[in-house]
């Protein structure tokens, strides 16, 4: 009987705004190597996915080689696992439809998964976190920009296009803030890091009240959070409005999907109570009445970058296999 060699290692990618981590993972969940570089670096999107290939090639021949390897997933913001494109990312320095997992599997000779990163987050998150043994929930990550994934039954809900999920671009502001993707009132424009800047900002101009915000060197979520921590009035009132827009978006969004929990991840949720408190108040306030007290809202235990990469190694298992290799 001929032997059959079965791969027990992918490859987990995870492009932010600012970094991109790539992992050789085992079957078990178990992080082999892992290394990362300034995606900020890459602005020419040809040059970033030269230098993501040889680094993974690097890495992989330093771990095994490339007959360990069955695949690689990707997480990446604005991309469709239908198409395996970014597709006109409001945040990324690429504009238009790239084909990335194309050009990848090109450079590197093995299938390549592609999928949002907010769905990647939410696969993660089931795998090895706080949704792990729930049917039905929501991901909401906070960051530069707000993504989310919902899971119905166990099954992750893409959509037509893949496309599932924009959270951050629902409306929930008419005529507001102008967003990132080009239109007006954005939940993102008011929530991801940016959107509080500008709240923080507003609420400083309203008053001439002392806050320790006035004499940062630089406005942050963290830096804002920080004030919080130190009893600044008008810190926590930025939260506090950040938080009434977010629960009741999310409010709109439980009514719809009936979910067990919605788990927050990325780096705005560290924020804690600043944050949570509000949101919890204002979901509750604004969620169809049979919702209101049952369902969970929760921050994710795991560390961002890991969960990603992890749930991007759990994308890559689910890839048909190809490899140049064989």
């Known amino acids: 009987m001929e032997e059959v060699n079965i791969k027990s290692r992918v490859v987990g990618v995870d492009i932010s705004n600012e970094s991109t981590t790539y992992a050789i993972v085992d079957v078990r969940g178990n992080i082999i190597a892992e290394s990362s570089f300034s995606t900020e670096d890459y602005p020419d999107i040809n040059n970033f996915v030269t230098h993501l290939s040889e680094k993974i090639v690097e890495l992989v021949e330093e771990n095994g080689g490339y007959e360990t390897i069955r695949s ?19 945040n990324l320095p690429w504009k238009g439809i790239i084909p990335l ?21 939410a ?18 990550s906070l960051g530069i920009g707000i993504g989310s994934c919902f899971f119905a039954e166990g099954v992750e809900h893409q959509g037509h296009l893949g496309f599932a999920g924009e959270f951050g671009h629902t409306c929930v502001v008419v005529d507001g803030r102008e967003c990132g993707c080009g239109h007006r009132g954005c939940l993102e424009a008011y929530v991801g890091a940016k959107g509080i800047v500008v709240t923080a900002r507003e609420v400083m101009q309203e008053s001439d009240r002392p806050s320790l915000m006035r004499d940062l060197e630089k406005l942050s979520p963290r830096t804002i959070a920080e004030c919080c921590d130190q009893g600044d009035e008008l810190a926590i009132e930025v939260f506090r409005r950040t938080g009434y827009v977010l629960g009741l978006g999310m409010a709109n969004y439980a ?24 949101v919890v108040e204002s979901f509750e306030d604004h969620v169809f009445g049979n919702l209101r007290g049952k369902v969970k809202i929760l921050s994710s235990k795991l560390d961002n970058r890991e969960r990603d990469v992890l749930g991007a190694s759990a994308l890559a298992w689910s890839v048909p296999e190809y490899s140049l290799f064989k």
């Open 255 to 278: 009514s719809i999907v009936d979910p067990e929990a919605i788990i927050f991840t990325g780096g705005i949720a560290k924020a804690g109570k600043w944050l949570l408190e509000p």
């Open 101 to 121: 997992a194309v050009m990848l599997r090109e450079q590197i000779g093995l299938a390549v998964g592609l999928s949002n990163d907010a769905h990647i987050s």
């Open 123 to 140: 696969l993660g998150e089931q795998t090895f976190g706080m949704a792990h043994g729930m049917r039905n929930f929501i991901i909401i």
């Open 72 to 90: 690689i997933g990707v997480s990446v913001p604005s991309a469709s696992s239908v198409s395996g494109c970014i597709e006109n990312a409001a």
